[in-house]
């Protein structure tokens, strides 16, 4: 075992092939918003590898209650009420604690609480659509909400969204900084959608696509669906003492 | 066969979309009563911090030449003694008046994102030779697939600059003034050009 506690190394590289590049014209928005030179290669430095932390004391008892946190007193959100959970580990399979998530969604009918959304679904003023969590020592966090609707955007002339929960996450890096989106197990509209189409590998996809967890459901109450994230792993600099020329 | 590593694949990432200010800066957009405040906007200072205050502005700029209305940028920088606020900090122990992390939507009309800190001492590299100050901003917006990852330099610290192991790795050097803030007064303007002549030099870390 060690007894010191290991100098945080550099992140493992990232993957690029599981992660889509940005140029993908078949999503418009994409096409002037592409960086069109190669990103500059370079192996994390402490700017990278460290990170900020947040702490548990900042979160308010209805964070993670999406039914609840913006509706009035005595009444709660419409929509199928689910429990979203699940762990946030690393590359090496490590839970990571204390991290903080973020997640946003469209309410039930699939309409934003924002001015630039002029969707013709209702807006429900029980949902505010916004809520957080931070991991617990085992990597472990939870919410409950209502479960989104899918919603049509303006893209092709009939892009449709499946129906999805964005989330942020904050690793230990500042290098490890990821924005995604949740998708729900059965969804027909996941494939057809361009936006999910920027991820070049379809393993990669499903591992953005949450299943049905009978599991961790509550009976009579709410269907659960289970999300993992995964972040990019760190090597531990316990083997790299080693200066330069050796 | 063999054992497998049994590594996982970090998740694939997804465009911040249109209303990521929802998400993460909910007061911004009128969604009032939730968080008591928007968690890393306004000043990263308080009266206590140590170090030169500074601000920060600049936009987000698309291959068209028009801002971006609908950015989110984010920094984290070291404090005025080259510190950073992290468990994984190994030198000493930064000011705990500075968290060093800040969060900034882009302005509904201008696109302007503004960040109100301190000037970071200067960090050292791998090797131990001291990199130039600097802040590291990313970047997520609709359209924006994967969050992008930049630097900041500071266009008063040009000797600093000019022995910086990061940006000496830039082969074009006609691109490094794409990762200089301009000084004017006690602000640095800092534009980043997702495409381009002046298209900023973002990092794969
Ligand atoms: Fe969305």
């Known amino acids: 075992m060690r007894n010191t506690i290991p100098e945080a190394g550099p992140l493992f590289v990232r993957d690029r092939a599981m992660q889509p590049p940005a140029y993908t014209p078949w999503y418009k928005t994409s096409v002037l918003r592409a960086p069109t030179r190669a990103l500059l290669s370079l192996e994390g430095t402490r700017s990278e590898i460290t990170g900020p932390v947040f702490g548990h004391n900042m979160l308010h008892e209805l964070d993670n209650d999406l039914i609840h946190n913006y509706a009035k007193p005595g009444e709660s959100a419409i929509g199928p009420r689910i429990l979203v959970h699940g762990r946030v580990l690393d590359e090496s399979n ?44 085992d990597g472990y966090y939870w919410f409950k909400t209502v479960q989104p609707g899918p919603y049509p955007w303006p893209n092709g ?48 996809i499903e591992r953005l696509v949450a299943p049905l967890d009978m599991n961790a459901t509550l009976p009579m109450d709410m269907r659960a669906y289970k999300f993992d994230i995964v972040l990019r792993g760190r090597r531990s600099t316990m083997f790299e003492n080693r200066r330069e020329g050796n | 066969m063999v054992q497998p590593l049994g590594y996982l694949k970090e998740s694939p990432s997804q465009t911040a979309g249109p209303y990521v200010h929802i998400g993460l800066t909910p007061n911004f957009v009128g969604i009032h009563g939730i968080y008591a405040e928007d968690l890393g906007v306004g000043a990263l200072v308080n009266e206590k911090t140590r170090g030169e205050r500074i601000v920060i502005r600049g936009r987000v700029i698309d291959g068209s030449g028009t801002p971006l209305k ?24 930064a000011d705990e008046n500075f968290s060093g992390w800040g969060r900034s939507p882009a302005h509904f009309e201008t696109g302007e994102f503004v960040f109100e800190t301190v000037k970071p001492g200067r960090v050292p590299f791998q090797d131990g030779r001291l990199m130039a100050p600097h802040v590291t901003l990313w ?51 800092f534009d980043i050009h997702l495409q381009g002549e002046r298209e900023t030099v973002f990092f794969d870390m």
Not at chain 2, 72 to 93: C, F, H, M
Not at chain 2, 153 to 176: G, M, T
């Open chain 2, 70 to 93: 609908d950015a989110l940028v984010e920094i984290w920088q070291a404090d005025a003694a080259g510190l950073y606020n992290s468990p994984l900090e190994t030198r000493g122990k």
């Open chain 1, 157 to 204: 002339v009939n892009d449709w969204r499946p129906a999805h929960i964005h989330f942020s996450i904050f690793g230990k890096s500042f290098a490890q900084r990821l924005i995604t989106q949740m998708y729900f197990e059965g969804d027909p509209l996941i494939w057809r959608c361009p936006i999910v189409q920027t991820i070049p590998d379809k393993a990669a």
């Open chain 1, 94 to 137: 490590r839970p990571l604690p204390g991290v903080l998530v973020e997640f946003w969604q469209a309410n039930a009918g699939g309409r934003y609480r924002h001015k630039k959304d002029t969707y013709l679904a209702a807006i429900d003023p029980n949902f505010g659509g916004v809520g957080r969590a931070i991991t617990d020592d």
């Open chain 2, 139 to 189: 970047i997520v917006a609709r359209g924006i697939n994967i969050g992008l990852h930049t630097r900041m330099y500071f266009s008063d610290e040009a000797d600093a600059n000019a022995e910086d192991p990061v940006l000496a790795r830039i082969e074009h050097k006609v691109r490094i003034p794409t990762l200089i803030g301009q000084r004017d007064g006690d602000a640095y303007q």
